[in-house]
């Protein structure tokens, strides 16, 4: 069985779906029995989340209005 | 079905691939360049004006005008040669915000102390630990993880190779990580909550 370092390090490549597949067996076989390691993994796709949710930040009025006129200047 | 017409139908063009991207661009640019995102959009809009020929098909226009907003991105760093602080990769490497909670126990009374961690952070205490990060390892973080771009994409806009913004993810993932602790302590995000 891998150590918990190796399972923790691969954590998130695991959770982006961009590990190997012999790396994806031997991380979830780790996961199978030690539980830090679930509590780790858990964190690590809160973790995710809390990135992925500054994506719905709202753009100001009067930014977007600025980048439409710039967009309407274009043609002379 | 790409032309190279004349100036008015290129802007026609570039007008309706961009109307829709704005609000995605300049969150992107938020996060890449904080206040400068306006213009670092500007910039954007006008470069990609300059190349539209170069765009063959409009269904790559979301990737393309990424692209060139994370190069626009980028020249405002060169131009202004600021690097934001960066701590030891090798300390960072070993670096694991989760033991890092369990052994400091922010919150002696919580049984969900990792959630009550992350809890504490709006989307600005998120944006100011992202802009911590030097821009090497915070572009990627904020292309994928944000943007949902895959490692591969970022890639070909970065003109970098894979293994190269692959490492650039893991380190820029542990520094993102233990920023996300500095913040919380110098910011007093976690004594608030304990007192
Ligand atoms: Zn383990």
Redesign the pocket.
């Known amino acids: 069985m891998i150590s918990?370092a190796e399972?923790v390090r691969q954590l998130w490549e695991y959770l982006d779906d961009v590990i190997p597949e012999t790396e994806r067996v031997s991380v979830e076989a780790?996961l199978a029995r030690?539980r830090?390691?679930c509590g780790e993994l858990e964190f690590a796709r809160e973790l995710r989340l809390t990135l992925a949710s500054t994506a719905n930040e709202s753009i100001p009025h009067g930014v977007l209005r600025r980048l439409h006129e710039t967009l309407e200047e274009l043609e002379p | 079905m790409v032309v190279a017409g004349s100036r008015a139908d290129r802007a026609e063009r570039i007008r309706r691939l961009a109307h829709e991207e704005l609000p995605r661009l300049y969150r992107i640019a938020r996060r890449i360049v904080g206040d400068e995102a306006e213009d670092a959009v500007q910039d954007c809009l006008l470069k990609a004006f300059q190349k539209i020929d170069q765009l063959q098909d409009d269904t790559a226009a979301r990737s393309w005008l990424t692209s060139i907003l994370v190069n626009c991105c980028r020249d405002r760093y060169r131009s202004q040669s600021r690097r934001p602080d960066e701590v030891e990769f090798d300390e960072v490497e070993e670096f694991s915000l989760y033991r890092k909670i369990a052994y400091e126990d922010p919150f002696p009374y919580s049984d969900s102390l990792h959630l009550d961690f992350l809890a504490e952070f709006g989307n600005e205490d998120v944006r100011a630990v992202l802009l911590r990060i030097s821009e090497l390892y915070r572009i990627p973080l904020v292309l994928v993880y944000m943007d949902g771009f895959l490692a591969r994409e970022v890639a070909a806009m970065l003109d970098a190779p894979l293994g190269t913004v692959l490492a650039r993810l893991h380190r820029g993932r542990k520094l993102f990580e233990k920023q996300m602790w500095e913040y919380a302590s110098e910011r007093g995000l976690l004594r608030e909550v304990t007192r």
């Open positions: 918990c399972a780790h030690c830090r390691c």
